[in-house]
């Protein structure tokens, strides 16, 4: 049974019962978590975590909540916020190291302007570090394992640093099982000045591209489905371009529709409910599997939905 006195004795930051996680969440969808916790520190964060998993009470960890979709019905047990807890980071010669909660894009923005390649193209995501090393994001080529030197994380109520080659990590997975990311480090490339002129370019070139084909200015999480890893019809075809060729785009259930500008992407345009993009997904899972035999696997984690683990 959850004791909240002693819940809120316990943890410094920020406890609220039933937040609504469309407050917490980019795709501006999802309903209340009956506990909700912005830790003020690390300790505390860890305390919140000691609290929830010593009373075998549920909880998930949330960072910017970018990559994921909440039921309507909102989360049965804790949300735990890395953003303010977990929000320091260092640049020490090509050696960078950060808490889960910072922003990868502001990571990205800040090494970079060190003069420190490796994760550059990364400016623009919306995530943060802790969600980008668990599902190894990456964009333009770019992936977090790539650079990634290790990982610290919390397990069994204990922190121990991993390293890449303790995880089976691919493409837009980590490995990891149950461990809470606290921190990790990286280890970039040192750029010369010709070398950073070249990759500015190539930032600015992919920020145009971006805003042309991503659909920045309404509510969405991202890619939704992950590109199949197999080719289709001897092509390697993307997500995105197997909902185009089935017709999809401007398709919307309520008010989730998918993307104009994007296949693989499905915007929230006001008033959307998790159950109109559950109602897409299953639409476009169908359509493509028809056209092309192909199964498309969910890229975003699902909060609060029965049987479906968070990733
Ligand atoms: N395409 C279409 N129609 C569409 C969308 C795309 O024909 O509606 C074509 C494009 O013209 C291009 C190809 O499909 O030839 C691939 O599209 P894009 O370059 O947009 O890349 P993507 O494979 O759809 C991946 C990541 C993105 C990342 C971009 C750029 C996945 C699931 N998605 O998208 O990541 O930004 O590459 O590197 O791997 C995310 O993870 O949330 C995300 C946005």
Known sequence: ??????????????????????????????????????????????????????????????GRGSNILVHDEGIRGGVIMTGTALQQFSIKKQQVEADAGVSVSLLAEKTFSSSLGGIELLQGIPGTVGGAVRMNAGAWGQEIFQVLSWVEVLRGGRTSVLYPDELEYGYRQGGFGSEIVLRAGFRLKRLSEREHAERSRRVQEIRLQRARTQPLSFPNAGSVFKNPERSIGGESLSAGALIDRCGLKGYSCGGALVSELHGNFIVNTGSASAADVMKLVEVIRNRVAERFGVVLELEIGLLGFDGVICR
């Open 1 to 62: 049974m959850l004791n909240m006195q002693e819940l809120l004795s316990l943890v410094k930051g920020r406890v609220a019962i039933g937040e609504e996680m469309r407050e917490h969440t980019s795709f501006r969808i999802g309903g209340p978590a009956d506990f909700f916790i912005e830790p003020m520190d690390r300790q505390d964060f860890i305390r919140a975590v000691g609290f929830f998993t010593s009373r075998r009470i549920p909880f998930v960890i949330l």
